[in-house]
């Protein structure tokens, strides 16, 4: 009884270990991703506040991080502004990939939407958009926002090429 409860438990062991080792490959990035920078990398008579090397004065130069950037696609967020630009924007935060609008009614539509939008990875794919659209009396239905989604990502490949970076 006890060698087939340890052949049991090496069995279970390599199992899990072959387990282990499956996974999948990590997303590629798109190189033309747009990188924003936090402001202090500024040069220039426009730039305010101490010359590079300064020691900082304050307890709070601790926190401040020169490093500070994110990566946005830059086609998936011009899009998703430009195909929603019926919607007035409330909050837009590249830092963090989402935008956020108010009520709006499309052009020939007589219903009013309002939509939320996340660019999660700097690749432009659909992973990468993810889209809340809802009206007043609560959200719409999968195919139109599947539609919405696809508007913006055919309009996110048209800005691509227009770039020339296809």
Do not use: H
Request: positive net charge; glycine residues 10%; contains cysteine.
């Amino acid at each position: 009884m006890m060698l087939f409860s340890v052949k049991r438990a090496v069995i279970a062991l390599a199992a899990l270990g072959m387990l282990a080792a499956c996974g999948d490959e990590p997303p590629t990035l798109d190189r033309e991703a747009m990188q924003i920078k936090s402001g202090r990398e500024a040069k220039g008579p426009a730039r305010v506040g101490k010359a590079p090397g300064e020691q900082g004065s304050s307890i709070l130069e601790i926190f401040k991080n020169k490093d500070a950037s994110v990566k946005v696609n830059r086609f998936l967020w011009t899009a998703s502004l430009q195909v929603l630009d019926f919607l007035p924007v409330q909050s837009a935060d590249p830092f963090t990939g989402v935008i956020s609008t108010g009520y709006g009614v499309p052009p020939g539509g007589g219903r009013a939407y309002r939509a939320t939008i996340l660019i999660s990875d700097p690749a432009l794919d659909a992973r990468s958009l993810n889209l809340s659209l809802s009206t007043q009396s609560g959200p719409v239905d999968a195919g139109t926002r599947r539609a919405v989604e696809d508007a913006i990502l055919s309009r996110a490949r048209q800005l691509r090429i227009q770039a020339g970076n296809f």
